[in-house]
C-alpha cells in the first residue's frame, strides 16, 4: 500500500467514516451486514471466505481497492490465527474416513466484520507502508439476469493481487474471471471465492503461474465435489481466469466462458471452449464410456452442453475439471481483454464485438463507461435468453494514441521549444485526480469525463452475493457511479442528462375508449424527438434527486444506483393498465350482445346469431 501524503489522507478520511457507519463491535443478536450463503464452512474455507466477506463489505462503501486488499488481508490473518474451535458445530461431516469439522458460518462471519473493525482501529493510528507501483487497468463490468429465472453468474475481479495476498517480492499481478454457472449458484460462487486463494497456494506460483492455474482449478473442483456430497447440491461451473502478471498474461479456462484479446483493434484467438462437439472432447467421452448425444445441442450423455466443468459429481469422469492454459506475451500494443460467458459469445462474434468497443470509445471520446453495457446488450438484442456477464480490462489508455502511432522523434521541427517544462499547476492537478480517483469506486477507472487514469478502478472481488443478486429483477453493475463530478445537468435544475441506450424505447399511450372498439392504442410519432404518443407529451423527467456536495459544490451523480426502476414501474403499470382495458372491452361486449344476461360471467360471442328454421343453435347451459 503506498504511503505519498494524498493516498494517506484518503486512506484515513475512508477509515474514519467506516468505523462511524459500522460502530464496532457487531452485538451478538444484531443483523450482519453481508450475510453468508451456506450454513457451514470448512476449514479449508476460511480463507477465501474471510476476503470475500471483506472485500464484498468494504467495497459497499466505495473503498480504495488497494486499501480494501491490505484490511482484507490483515483481517484474514488475524481469523487464520485465532482458535475457531469454538465456533465448531455440534456434529461433524464424514468425508470417507476423515472427519471434517465444520464452522457455523454465521458465528465466523460476525467474528470476521469485528475483526476487520479492529484492523481499521489499528491502522487508523498508523497506515503500514508499502511500495506499490501500479500499472494502467481499467475494467467496465456488466452482467444482467436476462429472461433467466436466476442469476448463476459470478466474477471476479482483483486489480491488485499482491496487495491481498501481501506479496512483496513478485511483479504486479492482477486477476480477472467469469464463472457461469448451471444447476445451481452454489458451484459458481464457491469458484469466486476459492480459486485465487488456491491458486497463490501453490508451489509453482512463483515459478510457472500458468501450471498453477491449472492446479488451482483442479484443486477447486475436488474441494467442491467433496462439498456437494456432504450439502447434497447438484451443480456445476465453467470458468475462464485471466492472470496478468508483469508483461505476461496468463489464462485457463474450463467449459465454454471465453476470453477474448484485441490487438491492434483486430480480435487475438487466445482459446477454444470446451464443448462436446469438439472432435477431441468427443473422443474423450467416448473412450471413458460416455456418448455425445444431439438433444437441441451436443450435450454429454444427453444432458450438459459444456464437456469440463467445476463440480457435477453426478457427471464425473465424462465432465472432467481438468483445465486448458495458454501464455502470451505481451508487447504493450495490446487494447483490451473481454472475458464473458457463454449467453455473451454465443450470439456476439470477436469481430463484432470488437467492432461494438471501437465504436463505442469513437462516439464517447474514449471513454470506457459505458463499453460492457453495450456489448451485454449487442448479446441480448442478436438473441441470447441467457445470463450474460461481460469484464473489459483496458491493457492501455484508450484515449492515448495506438503506440504504432506515436512518433518516434521528438524536437524535428528547430522552433519548437521541449515540452518537459510545461505548467507546474498540471503537477498539482493530476495529484488531486489521483486523490479523487482513489475516493470513488469507478466502472472505468476514471470519471465520467474520463480524464483520471491516476488509481485502480475500484471493483469488489466477487460481485453478486453481497448485493441480493436474487433479488434483483434484471441487472447488476458494480457500484461504479458515484463519481465526484457526475454527468453534465440539464438546464432544469435537478434533471441528469441519460445516455440514449438508458432512455428505453418509446413508450405506447394507451387511450381508453368508451365505444363498442374498446381502447386504442396510439403509437408515438418516431421522427419526433423528445416527444411520444399522439398528443405530442413529453418523455417524462428523470426521477433521480439533485444532490449537490456541500464541501465541494459539484454535482453526485446518483442515477445508476436504480437505473432500471422507472423504466420497469413505467411498463408494469402499462401492463396493468393493458389488463383492465381488456377486462372492460370484453365486459362492454357482453353488455352489448346480450345486455339482460342473467349470467354476465359466462362468455357470449361478439356477434349474435340469428336463429333459421331447422338448423339447430349450441346452446350454453347454467346449472
Known amino acids: 500500500m503506498a504511503a505519498c501524503g494524498s493516498e494517506e489522507k484518503t486512506y484515513r478520511r475512508f477509515l474514519e467514516l467506516f468505523l462511524r457507519e459500522m460502530r464496532p463491535p457487531l452485538p451478538e443478536d444484531g443483523p ?27 467495497c459497499k462503501y466505495n473503498c480504495p481497492f488497494t486499501l480494501a486488499s491490505a484490511l482484507a488481508r490483515g483481517t484474514a490473518d488475524n481469523i487464520l490465527q485465532s482458535d475457531l474451535s469454538v465456533y465448531y458445530l455440534n456434529k461433524n461431516v464424514e468425508d470417507g474416513t476423515e472427519t471434517l469439522p465444520q464452522i457455523e458460518a454465521v458465528k465466523l462471519a460476525r467474528l470476521v466484520f469485528n475483526k476487520l473493525c479492529e484492523t481499521c482501529c489499528l491502522w487508523l493510528k498508523g497506515i503500514p507502508t508499502r511500495r506499490h507501483v501500479q500499472p494502467y487497468y481499467e475494467t ?6 436476462n429472461m433467466r429465472r436466476k442469476m448463476e453468474d459470478r466474477h471476479v475481479v482483483i486489480p491488485d493481487f499482491n496487495a491481498l495476498f501481501n506479496l512483496q517480492d513478485q511483479e504486479e499481478q492482477a486477476f480477472f474471471a467469469v464463472f457461469d454457472g448451471h444447476g445451481g449458484v452454489d458451484a459458481a460462487t464457491f469458484a469466486a471465492n476459492h480459486l485465487h486463494v488456491n491458486l497463490v497456494r501453490q508451489e509453482m506460483f512463483s515459478q510457472d503461474p500458468g501450471e498453477a492455474l491449472c492446479r488451482a482449478f483442479k484443486l477447486t473442483d475436488e474441494r467442491f465435489v467433496q462439498k456437494a456430497s456432504r450439502e447434497n447440491l447438484r451443480c456445476g461451473t465453467t470458468g475462464v481466469v485471466t492472470f496478468l ?25 487466445l482459446m477454444k471452449p470446451h464443448k462436446p462437439d469438439r472432435e477431441d472432447e468427443k473422443q474423450r467421452i467416448e473412450a471413458l464410456g460416455g456418448c455425445v448425444i444431439w438433444f437441441g445441442t451436443w450435450r454429454v450423455n444427453g444432458s450438459l452442453s459444456v464437456s469440463r466443468a467445476i ?13 486448458d492454459r495458454i501464455t502470451f506475451p505481451l508487447d504493450g500494443t495490446e487494447d483490451y481483454l473481454i472475458l464473458a460467458c457463454d449467453g455473451f459469445y454465443d450470439t456476439v462474434n470477436p469481430d463484432e464485438a470488437a467492432r461494438v468497443v471501437s465504436d463505442h470509445l469513437q462516439e464517447n471520446n474514449g471513454d470506457t463507461t459505458m463499453v460492457a453495457h453495450k456489448l451485454v446488450a449487442s448479446a441480448r438484442d442478436a438473441g441470447s435468453s441467457d445470463n450474460i456477464t461481460v469484464i473489459v480490462v483496458f491493457l492501455r489508455d484508450p484515449r492515448a494514441p495506438p503506440p504504432s502511432e506515436e512518433p518516434e522523434e521528438e524536437g524535428e521541427e528547430p522552433g519548437e521549444e521541449p515540452v518537459e517544462e510545461a505548467e507546474p ?65 440539464f438546464s432544469e435544475k435537478g434533471c441528469f442528462r441519460m445516455p440514449p441506450e438508458a432512455q428505453g424505447p418509446p413508450v405506447r399511450t394507451f387511450w381508453p375508449d368508451l365505444g363498442a372498439g374498446g381502447g386504442r392504442v396510439q403509437r408515438p410519432h418516431l421522427e419526433t424527438e423528445g416527444y411520444c404518443g399522439l398528443r405530442h407529451q413529453k418523455w417524462p423527467k428523470s426521477q433521480v434527486p439533485s444532490f449537490t456536495n456541500p464541501m465541494t459544490g459539484q454535482w453526485l451523480e446518483a442515477a445508476a444506483l436504480f437505473p432500471q426502476q422507472g423504466r420497469r414501474k413505467r411498463r408494469m403499470e402499462g401492463v396493468v393498465l393493458r389488463r383492465e382495458m381488456k377486462k372492460r372491452r370484453i365486459l362492454m361486449a357482453r353488455e352489448l350482445c346480450c345486455p339482460s344476461s342473467p349470467h354476465p360471467n359466462v362468455p357470449y360471442p361478439l356477434r349474435c346469431i340469428e336463429s333459421r328454421p331447422g338448423v339447430a343453435l349450441p346452446r350454453v347451459t347454467h346449472d
Not at 426 to 446: A, N, P
Open 140 to 145: 467496465s463490468i456488466h452482467a444482467i439476469k
Open 32 to 58: 450482519l451486514p453481508t450475510r453468508p450463503l451456506s450454513d457451514s464452512v470448512a476449514e479449508d474455507e476460511v480463507e477465501g471466505e474471510t476476503l470475500d466477506l471483506c472485500l464484498q463489505h468494504l
Open 311 to 323: 463440480g457435477d459429481s453426478e457427471h464425473k469422469p465424462y465432465i472432467c475439471g481438468d483445465a
Open 245 to 269: 502478471r508483469g508483461r505476461t498474461l496468463y489464462v485457463a479456462w474450463l467449459g465454454d466462458s471465453q476470453a477474448m484479446l484485441v490487438k491492434k483493434g483486430q480480435p487475438v484467438e
Open 425 to 489: 499547476e498540471q503537477e498539482e492537478e493530476e495529484e488531486e485526480e489521483t486523490s479523487q480517483s482513489e475516493l470513488v469506486c469507478q466502472d472505468g477507472g476514471g470519471e465520467n469525463g474520463g480524464k483520471s487514469r491516476a488509481g485502480w478502478p475500484l471493483q469488489q472481488c466477487s460481485a453478486p452475493a453481497d448485493l441480493a443478486y436474487e433479488d434483483r429483477m434484471d441487472s447488476f453493475t458494480d457500484r461504479t457511479s458515484l463519481s465526484i463530478t457526475g454527468p453534465e445537468p
